[in-house]
């Protein structure tokens, strides 16, 4: 069966995943960059070879959502996955369902601050990753390298920060984890976070593993780590994929009329998460 640790891009999913596989799959807590190889990312082409090799083809690969699950879980162990793509219905077809999934960790960002990533990370200017978080209809896929074939080229669909949020909330045995309490007392959300995996499986963990965890996976540390041995997800070479992390301010970068239009675009659920 398989937990989610899904989120919007540049929200946050990698830190979690560093703290997940530093719980699961270390006995000292001790993190590295090869652990979140067991967090790994859905979907991937892998994944649907059995099913159509059409990859770009979102109608096709949303057909078989269900199914590479299903085989995925034919193991009959329990899988974490990385994933971007919304907990929607794309014509009919379910992304997952309660007969693949036991539990979803979703991680959220004030997009007031993801704003500001998205550019950086995409290469965009601020409108245009405004527009970015506004599109219901967005999807990833590098449509701009015909030579792209790596596993992790195969559509997935993002939609907006908004519905992808309200997607994802509803899910059944879930933990919504902020971005910003993660920074504000990451202690406490390695505890949440450790008591949401022992409802699936166990693991060992004492105060011992926690500070090592704390000191392992902190952004500094990740940062520090990917300019020594560089950080294979990162989509582009030249553009560090632990740039600001905590030091990323929107009201330091933000115009009023672009955090007024991302506050009045995602009112209802920036309240629910209490950002205003």
């Known amino acids: ?7 919007y891009p540049k929200s946050g999913n990698t830190w979690v995943r560093a703290i997940i596989t530093s719980l699961l799959y270390s006995e000292d807590g001790i993190f590295n ?5 067991k967090v790994s990312l859905f979907p991937k082409r892998f994944h649907f070879k059995d099913f159509t090799d059409d990859y770009s083809n979102l109608k096709k690969i949303s057909q078989y959502w269900i199914n590479a699950q ?3 879980n034919s193991d009959g162990k329990l899988t974490i996955f990385k994933t971007h793509n919304g ?3 794309f014509l009919g077809k379910d992304f997952t369902n309660k007969n693949n999934t036991i539990g979803v960790i979703y991680v959220v960002r004030d997009p007031r601050n993801i704003i500001s990533s998205i550019a950086n990370h995409y290469k965009l200017n601020l409108k245009q990753s405004l527009n970015f978080l506004l599109d219901k209809k967005r999807f990833l896929f590098n449509q701009n390298d015909p030579n792209d074939f790596t596993e992790e080229n195969i559509i997935t669909l993002l939609g907006s920060w908004k519905t992808h949020y309200n997607s994802w909330k509803i899910a059944s045995n879930s933990l919504i984890i902020r971005y910003e309490d993660l920074l504000l007392n990451t202690k406490l959300q390695i505890n949440n976070l450790s008591l949401f995996l022992k409802k699936f499986t166990e ?7 926690i500070q090592n965890i704390l000191k392992t996976t902190s952004f500094e540390k990740l ?4 300019e020594k041995e560089g950080f294979e997800e990162a989509s582009n070479l030249n553009i560090k994929f632990f740039n600001l992390g905590p030091k990323n301010n929107w009201k330091d970068v933000l115009n009023k009329n672009l955090s007024h239009s991302i506050e009045k675009n995602f009112n209802k659920e920036m309240k629910d998460l209490r950002y205003i």
């Open 1 to 7: 069966m398989i937990i989610w640790c899904a989120s």
């Open 33 to 37: 960059f090869d652990m979140l190889r």
């Open 70 to 72: 299903e085989k995925i």
């Open 87 to 89: 907990n929607y219905n």
């Open 203 to 209: 693991f060992e963990v004492n105060d011992e593993k």
């Open 223 to 226: 940062k520090k780590m990917e």
